[in-house]
């Protein structure tokens, strides 16, 4: 009987999980926000506070089989995949990969988050895929058609995360520049820079074609206004004489309203205590994009250092989770508003099934486990690795967690809510980094990897 060895253990072991993960979490897990995109993407209208492309995709796979099975699936898919194409790279794994990968499938980011249908999850799924295919790519350079077909997949899987979050385009720009950075080792810059220029062309097409179907901009519109709302009345909140020129000059009452419902509301947690002022929501509502734009510039260009305190208040409520059950680190079951329900036609789920994944995920949060901060010192830890070592794959690896890293950083920017899965990818990426240490290095950049060979000390190691 031939034994086993580490690589066809660990490829077999990671169908198993993707199968596993599927048939536990089928059909998906819906929050509010995911039966907004499903009806979106039933009725081919989009409201723009989502990017569009999520619902866009949920409506093709409802369109094939109803529900959100079908793309819990293919997210899920997205994600093992990744994983499966960096031990089908190198012609020998190590056994160290097994328990890594086994811990890592024990998380309920890899166990329950798979199923969630939150655009953040699918964001982080073609993100490590984008990267893995990148990694493929530069792994097999010498081979015209296999780099060929990778590095289209790349740019294909790096643009679809470009439109599937806000500031997703972090981690596609990143991804062109670790192509770059391996086309010019070999001597290819050129191509390095059509590669971006490619790239950026099909993120703008597609986002020309989805806008068609959508609301002409308005949500987008009322995203910035909200995160202007918030930054002002959190600054009103710490220096409650802070001058509001713009605002005391055209429209006086919403001054008062920052400087009273504002202030007194305003929490670093997330933007929703606001809501609890009619007034105020209705008084964003009616003015001016221009005018709130220009008080917000002004706190920024005049009170650089209020506009960080509190920005960094925010921040800490995003990375740390101090309060993780406040900051929603998983939902299970098909649940929201009964007017959503009833336009899809459809009923609440709370099984026992979800239950069960509900207590398992339960007795994680307040863990390491569920701690961005723990997984950017790992991310740090698993980058420091990858690029001392410096194979092809190694690299791109490597750039993954940076690009994770500087993802992480523009929530500094923009977050609204400390909601887990916003840094989702953090976690992942961290993860990946991890499995792609343990399982072992390869030739250093800028020579070609090949399944049947190897170096021989891969294979000592293996």
């Known amino acids: 009987m031939r034994i086993p060895t580490a690589k066809s253990a660990v490829t077999a072991l990671l169908l198993v999980l993707w199968l596993a993960v599927v048939a536990l979490n089928w059909p998906g897990h819906f929050s509010t926000d995911s039966l907004i995109q499903l009806l979106e993407g039933r009725t081919g209208h989009y409201e723009t506070w989502h990017p569009p492309v999520m619902s866009w995709l949920l409506g ?24 499966l194409l960096l031990v089908r790279l190198r012609a020998h794994v190590r056994w160290l990969a097994v328990p890594v990968l086994l811990a890592g499938a024990l998380t309920p980011q890899f166990l329950l988050y798979p199923g969630l249908v939150w655009k953040d999850v699918l964001f982080a799924h073609a993100s490590v895929a984008g990267f893995s295919c990148l990694a493929f790519a530069a792994a097999r350079w010498e081979r015209r058609n296999l780099r060929a077909v990778f590095s289209a997949l790349a740019l294909v899987l790096l643009s679809l995360a470009a439109l599937t979050r806000q500031n997703g385009i972090v981690i596609s720009l990143v991804g062109a520049l670790a192509f770059y950075w391996v086309a010019r080792a070999h001597n290819r810059s050129a191509m390095g820079a059509a590669f971006l220029v490619a790239m950026l062309v099909t993120i703008a097409a597609a986002m020309v074609a989805l806008v068609s179907g959508a609301d002409g901009g308005k949500g987008r519109v009322d995203e910035i206004k909200t995160l202007q709302l918030y930054d002002l009345a959190g600054a009103a909140s710490v220096d409650r004489a802070l001058p509001l020129a713009a605002l005391h000059r055209a429209d006086p009452a919403f001054e008062r309203l920052i400087r009273t419902d504002g202030a007194r509301l305003f929490s670093p947690e997330r933007v929703d205590t606001l809501q609890k002022s009619a007034a105020l929501e209705s008084a964003r509502d009616a003015i001016s994009p221009a005018l709130l734009a220009a008080q917000w510039r002004d706190l920024i ?105 500087v993802f992480t950083l523009t929530f500094f920017v923009i977050s609204l809510a400390c909601d887990y899965r916003y840094l989702y990818l953090l976690d992942l ?12 290095s390869q030739s250093r950049l800028g020579r070609s990897d090949d399944d049947t060979g190897g170096s021989a000390a891969d294979a000592a190691a293996a």
Request: glycine content about 10%; overall charge neutral.
């Open 60 to 83: 093709i796979a409802d369109w094939v089989l109803p529900g959100g099975g079908l793309f819990a699936a293919f997210d899920a898919a997205l994600l093992f995949g990744s994983l």
């Open 301 to 405: 260009v005049h009170h650089p250092m209020l506009y960080l305190e509190v920005r960094a208040a925010i921040f800490r409520w995003t990375l740390l989770t101090p309060d993780p059950d406040r900051c929603v680190p998983f939902v299970v079951g098909f649940d929201g508003p009964k007017r959503i329900l009833q336009l899809l036609n459809a009923q609440t789920r709370y099984d026992a099934r979800d239950a069960a994944l509900e207590t398992y995920a339960q007795r994680f949060v307040g863990t390491p486990v569920f701690s961005h901060g723990f997984f950017a010192v790992l991310a740090i830890a698993m980058a420091f690795v990858l690029f001392r070592r410096r194979s092809s794959a190694d690299l791109v690896v490597g750039w993954l967690l940076v690009g994770a890293g």
């Open 429 to 440: 990426a961290a993860m990946t980094g991890a499995f792609q240490v343990a399982l072992g």
